[in-house]
C-alpha cells in the first residue's frame, strides 16, 4: 500500500501524507448537547478554526450495547463518566441520525471534510446512503474484524484508531481492511484515556506504525492542550484529530478534553508554524543566513603596519566581520612580510602579501 492516503468529497480531494499539510481533525463527538443548531455552530466554528474536517460518531445506544445495570455494564472508577451504565453513556453522547445529512450539507457548505466513524453494520449501511467518501475507526472497534470487513467492502479509504490494540491485533485489522477492498489507510497512535497524559502518549509510536505498516500515520489526541499534537507533528504525524467543543463549561461527556475555538485556532497555527520550520534536509544558506554571513569571522590587520613588517599575532587577528581571509589561513599569513603600509582595520588579502 502507497504511504500516502486519497479522500475526497463532493468538489474536494486531499492527498495525506508526508510532502502534504497535516490533516487536521475537528472531533465533534457528543459536544452538540443534543442540539442540532449548536452542531451547526461547531461545524461553522471549527472551518474557521482553519480545521480540515469534522467528524461524527454514528450509533445509538442500542446499536452499541444494551441496557443494563449489572456490574460489567457500569462505569467504574477512574474515568470522567463513573457511575453512569454504558447505555446511559451513548444515549446521552450519541448523535441522532436524522441530523447527518443536514450537518454534511452544512460541513460541505463550509469547506469541511465529513466523515463519521460507525460502529455497527446499520451504520455503514446508513453512511454508505448518506454519501460518506471515507470512514473512521475507533480504537475500541479495532478487534471487531465482522465490522472491518463490513467497512471494507464499502471500498472506501479508512482513518484507525489503534488505542489499546497490540502490534499484532494492529496488524490483523490492517491485513483484514486491506483483504477485504479498502483502497488506502492511515494509522492514528491513540491513548485511550480520557483525558489522557502527556507521559502516557509515547508519541514515538507514530513513526513507528509508518514504517511498520507502510502508511500514513497520525495521532487521535485526548489530552488537554495542544502542546502533544504539536510535537506529534514534529514527529512526522500527517493527521492530528482532536476533540472540538464550543465551551468547556457546557454539559457532555467529552467536553472536558475537548479545545475551545480560541485554543484549537492556536493548535492549527503551531501545527502550520511547525511544518514551516520542518522544511527539508539542507545545508543551504537561507536568504537570511546570506545576509549575516558578512559577520563570521576572518583576518583582518589590527594595528597600523610599515612595508616590509612581519606579519604576527599583534598585528594580524581573527576576528568578526568575515570581510578578510578566511581563519583558516592565519599560520600561512604568520611570518609574511607586508608588501605596502597598512592601516588598521584593513581586512587581509593576499595581495597584501610578500
Not at 97 to 103: D, K, P, V
Not at 177 to 189: V, Y
Amino acid at each position: 500500500m502507497e504511504n500516502s492516503l486519497n479522500i475526497s468529497t463532493p468538489g474536494k480531494t486531499c492527498r495525506i501524507g508526508h510532502g502534504h499539510p497535516t490533516f487536521i481533525i475537528a472531533e465533534m463527538s457528543a459536544n452538540h448537547g443534543q442540539s442540532i443548531q449548536k452542531a451547526k455552530e461547531i461545524i461553522a466554528k471549527a472551518a474557521q478554526c482553519g480545521a480540515d474536517a469534522i467528524k461524527l460518531q454514528t450509533y445509538t445506544p442500542d446499536t452499541i450495547t444494551i441496557d443494563c445495570h449489572t456490574g460489567p455494564f457500569m462505569i467504574g472508577k477512574g474515568t470522567i463518566w463513573e457511575g453512569k451504565n454504558l447505555y446511559e453513556l451513548y444515549e446521552e453522547a450519541q448523535t441522532p441520525w436524522e441530523w447527518h445529512a443536514e450537518l454534511k450539507t452544512e460541513a460541505e457548505r463550509q469547506g469541511l471534510f465529513f466523515f463519521s466513524t460507525p460502529f455497527d453494520h446499520s451504520a455503514v449501511d446508513f453512511l454508505e446512503n448518506l454519501g460518506i467518501g471515507f470512514y473512521k475507526v475507533s480504537s475500541f472497534e479495532i478487534i471487531d474484524v465482522p465490522l472491518l470487513k463490513r467497512i471494507a467492502a464499502t471500498g472506501k479509504p479508512v482513518i484507525m484508531s489503534t488505542g489499546m490494540a497490540s502490534l499484532a491485533e494492529i496488524d490483523k485489522a490492517v491485513q483484514t481492511l486491506n483483504s477485504g477492498g479498502c483502497p488506502g489507510l492511515a494509522l492514528l497512535k491513540c491513548t485511550s484515556a480520557y483525558p489522557a497524559s502527556p507521559e502516557e502518549m509515547n508519541l514515538k509510536t507514530i513513526p513507528h506504525l509508518a514504517e511498520a505498516f507502510g502508511v500514513p500515520a497520525g495521532l487521535s489526541d485526548h489530552t488537554l492542550g495542544f502542546a502533544v499534537p504539536v510535537a506529534a507533528v514534529a514527529l512526522g504525524a500527517c493527521i492530528i484529530e482532536k476533540h472540538f467543543t464550543l465551551s468547556r463549561t457546557g454539559p457532555g461527556p467529552d467536553s472536558a478534553f475537548s479545545l475551545e475555538p480560541d485554543e484549537f485556532k492556536a493548535m492549527v497555527h503551531a501545527i502550520r508554524e511547525t511544518e514551516k520550520a520542518l522544511g527539508c534536509v539542507s545545508y543551504a544558506l537561507t536568504p537570511g543566513e546570506k545576509a549575516g554571513k558578512v559577520f563570521r569571522r576572518s583576518l583582518f590587520v589590527v594595528r597600523d603596519m610599515a612595508a616590509g613588517e612581519s606579519f604576527t599575532p599583534q598585528t594580524v587577528r581573527s576576528i568578526r566581520p568575515g570581510h578578510g581571509l578566511d581563519p583558516e589561513y592565519y599560520d600561512i599569513v604568520l611570518g609574511k612580510k607586508c608588501i605596502r603600509p597598512v592601516k588598521r582595520g584593513t581586512p587581509m588579502s593576499w595581495d597584501l602579501l610578500g
